[in-house]
């Protein structure tokens, strides 16, 4: 079945980039996803891209897709103490809207 | 952007009581609500999707007859945990579809769910 991989810890400074990565499976997405969650909160989309895209970018934010390699990574530049959370990655897997999500990266941002 | 409620935030109760939970999309119409569970540092995992008018979908391993999902209208959909036990504790997150979107899904704030 699908399976979708992170690094589940990043520590970066205040000011520097942030990049986190993922791989997934199913070569037939269509969609993928970056959602951040906060202590004791949901998650919040932040940005998708879709599978005939090779970047987004939206703000501080930056999606690299590498369909050949089926990679997704998130660049979020100047990196924010607010930024500190964690993010999963996620793939579209049916029409029905079905996620697939990573395990999460926890990102901490040190002053 | 989209907003999604979900009430109540948490809720402790005894074991062998029911405990309802409601996800709202209180600004666009969704006909296809999900409903996850996540334990402590680790992912979301799905336990069902709820359709309109429909009978929910659940994944396996996922029991129907104690996790009742119910989707009234386009904005509510209801999990209903019956007879909770202490292994149910968790973080209970549900997500909405926007019908007028494009694969956007937008998710509740949870309900953390203590079951003593």
């Known amino acids: 079945g699908e399976d979708v991989e992170q690094s589940l810890f990043l520590s970066v400074r205040e000011g520097d980039s942030s990049v986190i990565n993922c791989t997934y499976t199913?070569?037939?997405?269509?969609?993928l996803y970056w959602y951040k969650q906060e202590p004791g909160a949901g998650l919040q989309l932040l940005t998708y891209?879709?599978?005939?895209?090779d970047m987004k970018q939206d703000q501080r934010l930056t999606v690299l897709l590498n369909k050949k390699d089926k990679h997704l990574s998130l660049r979020i530049a100047d990196t924010q103490t607010g930024d500190s959370a964690i993010y999963f990655c996620?793939?579209?897997?049916?029409?029905?809207?079905?996620?697939?999500f990573g395990a999460g990266t926890q990102v901490v941002v040190t002053p | 952007g989209a907003v999604v409620s979900q009430h109540p935030s948490r809720v402790i109760c005894k074991s062998g009581t029911s405990v309802k939970i409601e996800c709202r999309s209180l600004?666009?119409?969704?006909?296809?609500m999900f409903w996850y569970r996540q334990f402590p540092k680790q992912s979301l995992m799905l336990m069902a999707t709820?359709?309109?008018?429909?009978?929910?979908?659940?994944e396996q391993g996922v029991e129907k007859d104690k996790f009742l999902i119910n989707h009234a209208s386009l904005t509510l959909s209801t999990l209903t945990v019956t007879s909770a036990h202490p292994e149910d504790s968790s973080f209970y997150i549900c997500?909405?579809?926007?019908?007028?979107?494009?694969?956007?899904?937008?998710f509740g704030p949870g309900t953390r769910l203590t079951v003593l």
């Open positions: 891209i879709f599978s005939n895209m």
């Open positions: 709820s359709n309109e008018g429909s009978k929910a979908t659940y």
């Open positions: 997500s909405a579809r926007d019908d007028q979107g494009v694969n956007e899904q937008f």
């Open positions: 600004d666009f119409q969704a006909t296809t």
């Open positions: 199913d070569s037939s997405s269509t969609y």
């Open positions: 996620a793939e579209l897997t049916d029409s029905w809207g079905k996620l697939q």
